[in-house]
């Protein structure tokens, strides 16, 4: 089956750029019709979904993270990637890869990875 995991720094300095690695096991990210999304959990907040890269390649951002957030593939290695641009410690979260067939409803995030706990401070 399916299996995410999410990789990358604990820990970012303000101001600087958060970049995550999602590496899936057990299936293809090119597969049709997936969306492979990532999410974020501040702590005592809500998830919140900040974008997609479909089979397609084709992206997908949250308006209000639009601006700072990038997201690519590599298919050769079959992972994709979050960069999130000028952190803040307001953007401490653990941050999630999953997949689904539909963008920006974590309602139809069937597969997850366990998270990753990313924290913005000098």
Known sequence: ????????????????????????????????????????????????????????GSTYYSPSLKSRTSISRDTSKNQFTLQLSSVTPEDTAVYYCARGLVAADLRYLEVWGQGTLVTVSS
């Open 1 to 56: 089956q399916v299996q995410l995991q999410e990789s990358g720094p604990g820990l970012v300095k303000p101001s600087q750029t958060l970049s995550l690695t999602c590496t899936v096991s057990g299936g293809s990210i090119t597969t049709n019709y997936y969306y492979w999304s990532w999410i974020r959990q501040p702590p005592g907040k809500g998830l919140e979904w900040m974008g997609a890269i479909a089979y397609s």
